[in-house]
């Protein structure tokens, strides 16, 4: 855990000229995306494979991350006093109701996250929700005669109107687990929060840059194909 907290720190002193006593909430941040950057390639291959639960595993490979940040902001030590605004990055919700209530200075800083935390949520809801609706009656990829159930040789066979169906379910009541975020945030310290904010807001931008990619990558192919076409 030192090498985390050493890690932070220093961080937190780089950004401390420009960004005062918010620098290592900011550092928490730039750490974050560093992870979330680490883990990219296996971001990617997840959101290849196609499934409705491809993305845990990237999320199930941050917890041991999230769990350094949660024991460094509770168990005491040079970070627990640092900031966020006028919220200490040790703080917890019920300890900014104390302090002031939910309008409180503290209790401000909470609300923002929180709202942020909402937004980035319903954000990966719709776009859930629309990925769910949008879903091919066929898996993309699968050959064209398995498609039309004819052509010779072995070909894959195509999941069950039930399965696809259960897909779709899945991938529309998935993205609502995003709110589940809120609770979390609101039991951690202030500095899990804040991590737990940037890394759902991460995954959410990483799958719309990825499925952006893909669709351009469809367009193009399309295109491509209807010009030869036309040559012929």
Do not use: N
């Amino acid at each position: 855990m030192s090498v985390f907290t050493d890690l932070v720190v220093e961080l937190g002193r780089l950004l401390e000229p420009v960004l005062a006593e918010s620098a290592t909430a900011a550092a928490i941040v730039l750490f974050t995306v560093l992870v979330r950057l680490a883990l990219y390639p296996l971001g990617r291959a997840a959101f290849r494979a196609a499934t409705p639960t491809a993305g845990c595993l990237p999320m199930l490979l941050q917890l041991p991350v999230f769990f350094l940040m949660y024991r460094s902001f509770s168990s005491g030590g040079e970070l627990m006093e640092h900031r966020l605004l006028a919220a200490p990055l040790g703080a917890h919700w019920t300890g900014a109701l104390e302090e002031g209530g939910p309008f409180g200075v503290q209790g401000l800083v909470f609300l923002g996250l929180f709202a942020a935390i909402a937004a980035v949520a319903a954000w990966s809801a719709v776009r859930g929700r629309r990925a769910a609706a949008a879903a091919p009656a066929v898996p993309v990829g699968l050959p064209a005669s398995a498609q039309r159930g004819g052509g010779g040789g072995a070909a894959p066979a195509a999941p069950s109107p039930e399965q696809l169906a259960a897909m779709r379910k899945l991938g529309g009541v998935l993205p609502l687990l995003s709110f589940g975020t809120l609770i979390t945030a609101a039991v951690v310290p202030l500095a899990a929060g804040l991590y737990l904010l940037t890394t759902t807001a991460w995954s959410v931008a990483e799958r719309a840059w990825l499925q952006h990619r893909r669709d351009r990558g469809a367009a193009g192919s399309g295109v491509g194909d209807g010009a030869g076409r036309s040559s012929l």
